[in-house]
């Protein structure tokens, strides 16, 4: 494990299984991803960021799973589905998606599928 890796967990140790499985996903199921890691949130990167992991609360304290962290991810359009707690246009033709995971299966086919949709639209962005 990554000491940045670490550093980034460390007031939030509980949610490092659900980061290593997501990471573990995105790396088998998508190609040339590289991991950028910062202050507030990790970066799956391809020509650009196309996958987030942060702690920045999209749901409100009453309904967060005990263990959580929020995965984001951005597309061309809008994405309609119960399991995304908020998407924002930041700019025209490109949504942002935010999905508060609190289990380990909760990282499944169809939030991976959502990751590679985005990566295949950050690798085409110019």
């Avoid at 391809?46 to 920045?56: D, E, L, P, T």
């Amino acid at each position: 494990m990554n000491d940045d890796i670490l550093m980034f967990f460390s007031r939030h140790m509980e949610a490092l299984p659900l980061y290593e499985r997501l990471e573990q996903r995105i790396l088998a199921e998508i190609p040339d991803v590289r991991i950028k890691i910062a202050k507030t949130q990790i970066s799956f990167c391809n020509k650009r960021g196309f996958a987030f992991v942060s702690f920045n609360p999209c749901r409100p304290a009453r309904e967060r799973p005990a263990v959580w962290m929020t995965v984001s991810f951005g597309l061309g359009y809008r994405k309609e589905a119960e399991r995304i707690d908020v998407a924002t246009e930041p700019y025209p033709g490109r949504w942002t998606h935010h999905v508060m995971v609190g289990g380990e299966e909760e990282i499944d086919g169809e939030l991976l599928g959502w990751i590679q949709e985005a990566a295949a639209f950050s690798a085409c962005k110019k």
